[in-house]
């Protein structure tokens, strides 16, 4: 595996081209050495902060970025670390960086800036290059764990069934309710003023949404999330009715009966008066 100096050798010359104000654009500067001047072309913060800064400063330990701060870990919980503490290993890092033959000219340059370039030129460099590390988020950014809420009580065999039955209950009621108000004109269809019994009623729900419901489909086929068509039974289609269409009434027989109100009506039932 290459080492961080290995990583900073490999980078060869290039990326003059690329627009000033791009970050990965590289540094130059003239420094005086042995009387003479030279240009240094080195690597951007940026650059060094991701091919040498990063895997040296995570050597035996893990660094997050928790906005502008930089935070440690060794295994636990990550404390902040100062910039500063990162500028001097950093600073200690590169000064020791030896001569290699294979390197290409940022690395050759990136040494000639430390040794002979101006300590303020070094010092903002430095210090560009690991505060890139979070603002160039070069770093993971640190998401603190969510606490594990804990684990209710086991729900009983009586629960489970009691959740079932009130589940089944919510499709029967939302199956009826969706055929008595023809949500979608395929329903049941009525003139205002109309009387049909309570029997009848059923009779027409049961037949209707029994068809719907053998094919698996549900209320809006658009939907999957939407309730799945089931045939209600009776008293619980007559409650829904009773919702619907208000409360029943007794014919001379004594048989239920449900008027069908005219205020209560879909656009489909008022498209077809």
Not at 14 to 20: E, F, I, L, V
Not at 81 to 91: G, P, Y
Not at 217 to 239: F, G, N, Q, W, Y
Request: glycine fraction near 8%; hydrophobic fraction near 35%; include cysteine.
């Amino acid at each position: 595996m290459p080492t961080p100096a290995d990583r900073l050798a490999a980078l060869r010359d290039g990326g003059a081209y690329r627009p000033p104000r791009d970050p990965r654009r590289p540094c130059q500067e003239r420094l005086e050495d042995n009387g003479l001047g030279l240009t240094v072309e080195y690597p951007s913060p940026l650059v060094l902060a991701e091919t040498f800064a990063r895997p040296l400063l995570e050597t035996g330990r893990r660094l997050y970025r928790d906005r502008a701060a930089i935070l440690a870990s060794t295994g636990g919980t990550p404390a902040p670390i100062t910039h500063a503490t990162l500028v001097t290993e950093l600073r200690a890092a590169l000064e020791a960086l030896p001569d290699r033959a294979d390197a290409g000219r940022p690395y050759a340059d990136v040494r000639r800036l430390l040794a002979a370039g101006s300590t303020p030129k070094v010092d903002a460099y430095l210090a560009d290059t690991v505060r890139a590390l979070c603002w160039r988020d070069v770093l993971p950014e640190w998401t603190p764990p969510r606490e594990a809420k804990p684990a209710g009580p086991p729900r009983t065999s009586a629960q489970v069934r009691a959740d079932h039955r009130a589940r089944i209950r919510g499709d029967e009621e939302a199956s009826a309710r969706w055929w008595l108000t023809n949500a979608d004109g395929e329903g049941f269809l009525a003139e205002p003023g109309e009387r049909i019994g309570a029997v009848e009623l059923a009779e027409q729900a049961a037949a209707a949404l029994g068809e719907l419901a053998s094919t698996g489909e549900h209320l809006d086929p658009e939907d999957d999330k939407s309730p799945p068509a089931l045939v209600p039974r009776r008293r619980v289609l007559l409650a829904v009715a009773t919702e619907v269409f208000g409360r029943p009434r007794r014919d001379r027989h004594g048989a239920r009966y449900y008027v069908v109100p005219s205020g209560q009506l879909s656009e489909p039932h008022s498209a077809r008066l």
